[in-house]
């Protein structure tokens, strides 16, 4: 924006003549604009919907209380059409609508996580001919509409209501990320959608789910069981003290605060705590003060983002503590292409391993056998496949697409899923069913070493060093 | 300009304004509820470009700042909202946006320029980052929920911001205000030598336009349930005014609005129909229209409309009125 | 407590990257006049093929960056040679331009991000090369990044020799300093123009290249790195290069600074300094 002196005067006399057009805007050209841009948005606004149907009465006159709960004080009449559509057309499958972040930060996530599962688990249901619905007796295929969200919580929560109010969407799958589900939650809620999440969980969100019937949880975490295993192993092996670094957001936080109880319960002193922000390059200051500390433990609760560096410092720095604790991370495929056999002793977040039963070891081959191995997730997967598989099953079992039918059977019925007996208490969950908590990379693969009765191997306690070239 | 006379053409363009407020005004009794939202989400972008061109527009001052005075009306909201009534934390979120400018502007009088555009930009990281580490550190919070508005009155109020916005602007730029931030947009220190309060000029319109861009979050705020730092003070608020602007023309007064309104239903478009190829259609746009749009929209109306006027004029017309344009 | 010089040498480490990278952008901007928002992306796409190349190919990444850095360059070469010659010509002001092509190369960024979703996935991605630590009187550093800083160094050094003693060097310092008269010099400010712009992508690309050594990278990685560019070639001048070049590393320095102490902090800093930087001296360290 600067100028050269010599052209300066040049300048002026051209934006000058420039001006004199644009600077007297008279009146009539005001209302003229305004007119035709008025016009204009009222003509797109027309455009998508060429018939408005009859209005739609949603009194949503909802009333929050002080804490994060939203209570509903007036049930408004019908909101959404639930089921069967009230035209002629004969139904003839069941269209699942779902805000997902394709583009922006969160596509790394989205994609890796919920994605693969959604995309062959559909596949197979519809192999078969689909789900069966009772009362309509007859097979529905599933038919996915997916819209992009780029990453952001408002326009998740515009394409939510679009694909319930316009769209109609039968059912409604869930958006990406934990802060997106606390989003979402409420407005499936309130319209009476069932929602059955898939990645994200936080310890927060025990508290609403009770204002929130409609809303069901699979992923595990920290106090949902994690950390509490996690202590107990440790507690046993010996372990007197932690240094715990965590990613200043909300699921930092909630793993660190989790830990400073968990961890004095068992015996185990924590030496000092650090916060990264998300955006954190250099992690070796934060390494180097964890090997100064001394501590038995070391505990990164962050995102691949940060727990790939602090792996990478970790090796260069040598720092070896007796236990190395990741979160999210630690349990994908590509922590292990990334680094190879170094990351022996590694101790993350899990859920299953293809050794425990042949249905685990048939669900591995589905979602993993000829495809490369960074896709691999052996926390999430198993609980959002168990998710669908739970959500089918209340299909089935409720006999219709009334949301609220089906709410009520995943609320109350157990359910047989590849993790076993699976069922939601509190719209959790069970952790009776988590067929795992805590895993261990030995000899190239994330064995479940907690809890342990449903261990697949022993826990390997020191870590052995890192390797050095 | 003759004020006085008011021709038959003046009168069917007020009417025709009239008929489109009112038919504004009905919306959320016949149209469907969707539409509605669309068109809250696309008022909120048409607030935030036509508030940046208030100020940067004249004055040649590109501004990045938006993002945080949107997200200080976001944080109004989310804090305030469950104590006080909607229209108060509305008004409180834009003061609280404008307080927020007079600081940062007067930080700012000697920049120039690229500095400026880049100073304003910093302060969105600035103010995000201090935020997350206050919250962790100090109250403790992980998120905030922001309370819940039917969509109904989400759209009266931004309606209402609209247009309150549409005549500021519209105000601005015809009195002398507008002519004296013109003049600091040709020549600053000319401007000042001819007695303009420079200073005071530049700094109160900066206010003033940030006022609207607070007042849209703190209203938008309540359709998004939920937020934390990182989603209130997104960088990406910043450059889309910008952008829309820009797409849609300087040169005119309904340029920017046209912008923001193409923009924003292009992009519901896009991720709704094409959502895989999202970010690839919506750049390439962007590449075409800045290079073969340079004067935007704006631009392109003008050829279009000149063109129009060379064919009617070739046709006999009887006594046709001189648009001498 | 940690050293002093442990702060330092960790900061230097990672001011190395950031050097390169405000480098690439200075360039562009020093003389090109392109705000090259999409700067990151040049970075990202270094980064990603670096990736690709050894875990497909086992292709060492120090070799990469011969493949990378030409590459980009030529990419970079033929996007101003199309797109930002002719927006320079339909613009009426250097400042118009600027602006224009700011919006162009946010274009830019929205596309070439796209893309490498389309070619890779937006999955993270990472490789583990020299990671071992390596013994300096006392203190522990990882061997990838002392290989990064001294890359980082010989290039830059390469460059500014190139910017002082050849006439291409010399042709480009003229036409930052007044396009015009270089112009009437005899100088072909078209051609400098777009070497620039090249020269800048490739120093991002290499960048991109030298950052998957120690990091994990992904398609949406770049924003954040322009956006240190920016702060960094603010830091050190805008137009200077050898500024760019000291404010990497001043930059470096502080964040592990204030890493040491208290890492919420960080970016913190970087702004406050940032701010204060343009409110007090906003030409810069070197800046003219």
């Known amino acids: 924006m600067s100028e050269n002196g010599s052209t300066e005067l040049a300048e002026s006399e051209n934006k000058k003549e420039e001006r004199m057009s644009t600077k007297h805007l008279t009146r009539r050209e005001f209302i003229r604009g305004a007119a035709l841009t008025g016009a204009g948005l009222v003509v797109a606004a027309c455009a998508p919907a060429p018939t408005p149907p009859p209005p739609q009465v949603v009194k949503e006159t909802v009333v929050v209380a002080g804490t994060p709960q939203i209570v509903e004080k007036i049930i408004t009449p019908t909101p959404v059409p639930t089921a069967v559509p009230t035209k002629a057309a004969v139904k003839d499958k069941i269209v699942v609508g779902m805000s997902r972040p394709l583009s922006g930060p969160l596509a790394q996530i989205g994609d890796s996580a919920f994605k693969p599962i959604y995309e062959t688990w559909v596949k197979e249901v519809n192999d078969a001919g689909g789900i069966q619905v009772k009362e309509l007796n007859k097979k529905l295929p599933i038919e996915l509409k997916v819209y992009d969200d780029k990453s952001d919580v408002g326009t998740m929560t515009r394409l939510t209501e679009k694909l319930i109010v316009e769209d109609k969407v039968d059912f409604l799958w869930p958006g990406c990320g934990t802060s997106f589900i606390f989003a979402q939650a409420p407005i499936a809620n309130k319209y009476g959608y069932v929602l059955v999440t898939a990645e994200g969980g936080a310890t927060s969100i025990k508290d609403m789910l009770p204002s929130l019937p409609y809303v069901f949880v699979t992923l595990s975490f920290s106090d949902w069981y994690q950390l509490p295993v996690f202590a107990d192993l440790m507690a046993e092996k010996g372990a007197k003290t932690a240094f715990i670094a965590y990613i200043a957001d909300l699921h930092g936080i909630e793993y660190s605060g989790v830990a400073g109880i968990e961890f004095p319960k068992k015996g185990i002193n924590i030496l000092g705590v650090k916060s990264l922000p998300p955006d954190i390059k250099d992690l070796s200051p934060v390494i180097k003060e964890a090997k100064a500390s001394n501590a038995d433990i070391f505990c990164c609760f962050a995102y691949p983002d940060q727990i790939m560096p602090a792996t990478g410092t970790s090796m260069e720095l040598g720092y070896n503590p007796k236990a190395w604790l990741g979160g999210p991370g630690v349990n994908f495929g590509f922590y292990a292409t990334t680094f190879g056999p170094a990351i022996e002793g590694v101790m993350g977040f899990t859920t299953f391993s293809a050794k425990q039963s042949a249905t685990a070891k ?108 | 300009m003759n004020r006085v006379r008011v021709s038959l053409k003046q009168l069917l363009w007020l009417g025709l304004l009239g008929v489109v407020l009112i038919l504004f005004g009905l919306g959320p009794r016949y149209a469907p509820m969707y539409t509605i939202i669309l068109l809250t989400a696309i008022f909120m972008y048409i607030i935030l470009t036509l508030s940046w061109v208030i100020f940067s527009g004249p004055t040649g001052y590109v501004s990045l700042a938006p993002a945080a005075f949107f997200g200080v009306g976001i944080y109004t909201s989310a804090i305030l909202g469950k104590a006080l009534p909607l229209l108060i934390v509305v008004a409180v979120g834009g003061l609280a946006s404008s307080c927020l400018a007079l600081f940062a502007g007067g930080l700012t009088l000697r920049l120039k320029g690229i500095y400026f555009a880049i100073f304003t930009f910093g302060l969105v990281e600035l103010i995000k980052n201090l935020l997350l580490w206050w919250e962790i550190h100090f109250t403790g919070t992980r998120g905030r929920f922001v ?143 800045i290079l073969y749009l340079p004067n935007g929209l704006v631009g392109l109306i003008q050829k279009v409309t000149a063109r129009l006027r060379v064919l009617a004029r070739s046709q006999p017309a009887p006594a046709a009125t001189s648009e001498a344009k | 407590m940690i050293q002093v010089l442990d702060v330092v040498i960790a900061g230097l480490l990672l001011g190395g990257l950031y050097a390169l990278i405000a480098m690439g952008l200075s360039l562009q901007y020093g003389v090109a006049r392109v705000l090259n928002v999409s700067h990151g992306e040049f970075i990202m796409l270094g980064g990603m093929t670096t990736w690709m190349l050894y875990s497909g190919f086992h292709i060492n990444p120090l070799l990469a960056v011969a493949i990378c850095g030409p590459g980009a360059f030529l990419l970079g070469f033929i996007l101003h040679r199309t797109m930002f010659k002719r927006l320079l010509a339909l613009s009426a002001s250097p400042g118009i331009f600027e602006s224009n092509s700011m919006l162009a190369s946010f274009g830019l960024l929205f596309i070439i991000q796209n893309i490498a979703f389309m070619i890779w996935g937006p999955e993270i991605r990472g490789y583990s090369y020299l990671a071992f630590p390596v013994d300096l009187g006392g203190a522990l550093f990882g061997a990838n990044r002392l290989v990064t800083l001294g890359f980082a160094i010989a290039i830059g050094l390469a460059f500014y020799t190139f910017l002082a003693r050849t006439r291409m060097g010399k042709a480009i310092r003229a036409a930052a300093q007044d396009p015009v008269t270089a112009g009437l010099l005899g100088v072909d400010i078209n051609l400098v123009l777009a070497l620039c712009f090249g020269f800048g992508a490739a120093m991002a690309s290499i960048a991109g290249v030298l950052i998957s050594i120690s990091y994990p990278v992904n398609a949406t990685m770049g924003l954040e790195y322009t956006i240190i560019a920016i702060i960094v070639v ?55």
């Open chain 2, 147 to 289: 309370i819940v508005v039917d969509y109904a009155t989400v759209y009266y109020v931004m309606f209402a911001i609209l247009v309150v916005l549409i005549l500021t602007a519209y105000l601005i730029r015809r009195s002398k205000f507008g002519l004296a931030l013109q003049s600091i947009g040709d020549n600053e220190q000319a401007a000042a030598h001819i007695g303009i309060n420079v200073t005071a000029l530049k700094v109160v319109t900066f206010a003033v336009s940030a006022f609207f861009t607070g007042a849209a979050g703190a209203i938008m705020a309540t359709r998004w349930t939920y937020i934390d730092p990182y989603i209130a003070f997104n960088p990406l608020f910043s450059f889309m005014p910008v952008l829309m602007a820009i797409f849609g023309g300087l040169g005119q007064f309904y340029g920017p609005i046209i912008g923001a309104t193409i923009f924003g239903y292009l992009e519901e478009l896009l991720i709704t129909r094409f959502p895989y190829y999202y970010m690839l259609l919506f750049g390439t746009i962007m590449v075409v229209a």
């Open chain 3, 234 to 288: 603010v830091l050190g001048g805008l137009g200077s290069i050898p500024g760019s070049f000291i404010g990497g590393f001043v930059l470096g320095i502080v964040g592990s600074i204030v890493t040491s102490i208290e890492p919420g902090l960080a970016l913190v800093a970087y702004y406050v300094i940032f701010m204060l930087l343009l409110l007090v001296k906003p030409t810069g360290i070197l800046g003219r």
């Open chain 1, 362 to 469: 048939a669900l591995a081959d589905k979602l993993y056998t000829g495809k490369p191995r960074e896709l691999q997730d052996w926390w999430g997967h198993p609980l959002y496949w168990a998710g669908l598989e739970m959500w089918k099953q209340a299909i089935e079992k409720a006999g219709t697409l009334n949301q609220e039918k089906i709410r009520d059977v995943l609320t109350k019925e157990h359910f047989n899923t590849v993790l076993g007996d699976t069922w939601f208490v509190n719209g959790l969950l069970a952790k009776e069913s988590h067929t795992g908590e805590i895993g261990q990379w030995q000899k190239d693969q994330f064995e479940v070493v907690g809890p342990k009765n449903k261990a697949t191997a022993a826990l390997v306690y020191p870590k052995p060093a890192w390797p050095t070239k």
